[in-house]
DNA sequence: CTGAAAGCGCTTACAG
DNA sequence: CTGAAAGCGCTTACAG
């Protein structure tokens, strides 16, 4: 089986390579309408497919657009759910516009340079990295971080407005007579997500004149089964809160779990706000209120802003911030 | 900034650029030591990394593998937990062996063809297409289908044991009294996986010398949503049903859903099992019972026996069907 | 153990 | 509107 190039394609048009190449990449102006029409037509005939890899490194650009996602060593992707989501909506956001989208686990942050380099990538999309990650890069070609707050020029951000989610979280508990309201959520020093969230919570107390005992965080991993484990101590180890904010719907569902596993209901005695809205919170029991961001449009921004970028051969534009709003279901009750 | 080459490691070295290229591809049969360790400090200190692409034109192989995924047109990724899980595997499985994986969602069949031509792949795990879709491929590299039953030399196939699942779901019921069992799943002419559980299924009844009746057969698609109306209307349509097993996880939780929306207890009058066993099956209430798969090892199996095939320029193994087994949780009971 | 030459399949200026 | 030449950064036989 020999592929068929563009020289087999010139030769059978009995035209140049040149005149075939501007037929493919649609430099219309260049070429007849009817050397377009025979060239065309000889393509689809002998079926021919330009090859990337020659194309990629004859011209400057490859099109083709890196994903890059944490992944410790040992292990595998770090595919949680909300990461899965937004993977789906960004290989066909990249595809309607021509891109090919390269996956790649990250073990070592140097590795993204590497992975930048290897496939002359025109670009890539970081899904999960901490700040202090992204702070780090120096790269060469346009990157944009998802659910970043990194001051690096280098790399645009995309997320959501976190401190606005965790500021209708924590009014909505208030609203409902709560006070004693634990955040629960990962260490958030190197996370700019998590600390935007938090400082969004105290806002809503500050907004009532209310203030907030800062011994009510318990830091935890960002799992359902370290959720379930905090909601089996709950009670013990934080007898005063009536509701708990998580970070993350995966978080709060284990909440919800661990704390019916030791008799204490939700939204009865405990209740429970996520940030998510994870197609699995209306599936679990009870259905979990929970701030809700626009995964879709959050994918969409991310492709349009670095192919925006990678078009211009610039840097990336400005970080932009999505807007969140609350979903109101069954785990939370008035105190 | 302009690109290390390998011309310039050659030079700094003062040695061709044959023998750094033999350096970087580990023939260290052919280089002397002393070179060895001069062009690899050389390598480090300037921070060569190859061009994928220049090596893909020059060589036969790209170390490129795609990962192809049904993308109905207007949609994203059909990325169902069951596919996001084994995504993270194969990325991985692949990373190690020194591949890279091109995500690519596939919109028309023909996309298959072109999608490997592009870039040269060196081979494609293609993920939940359709049985007929791999019958009908005619491709010119190593190609690997997972879940697939089709005959299509051309493609492998890795599977788990979907007969016997279907089998001890059946059993299982039937050894807690359940005599009308109801077989929920989408439409099994097109779908191996689908058929194979089916048969099983049916199996378990004659094993017993018990006659099942056809009429209890619910065709529905593979979410939540439809899982969700069939459990709404199962008391009017199947009046006679006492259990449910369907074909998949996603689709039992949403006929529970259904079910104790209409007030009917799972799985105190209906009991369900599923097939899958999803991270999420363990989180719902009540937790599921279902067929387990051992998806990791899908994963890797399908990574290994598609390199294999790659690596030896040959077509693929045989066919690889992996155990399963019956995960009891809390949706059914005794009738 | 090491090297000079040809070539992989394209695109990019540059001419006409 | 069309083309001949050079070159992108590698690897593959083939010599020595």
Redesign the pocket.
Known sequence: MV?V???DIANEAG?????V??V??GNR?????E?IERVRRIVAERG?V??AS??S????SSRLIGLLVPAADEDSLTLSPHTGAILGQIERALRKRGYHLLLRGIAHPDEVGEALQSWSLDGAVLLGFLDEEVDALDVTVPVLAVDSYSRNRLATGVRSDDFEGGRIAAAHLLGLGHREILFAGPSFSDVGVVHQRFEGFRQAFADRGLSWSDSLIATVNTTHASGRELGLRLRADFPSATAVFATADILAIGVMAGLVETGVPVPGVVSVVGFDDLDLSAIVTPKLTTVAQDIPTKAAMAVDLLLAAVEKRDRPAEPVTLDVHLVERESTAPR
């Open positions: 592929r190039t563009l020289k035209v140049s390579m040149m005149t190449s501007n493919i990449n102006a260049r070429v007849s309408p050397t021919y330009p090859s020659a194309r490194l004859a011209a400057r």
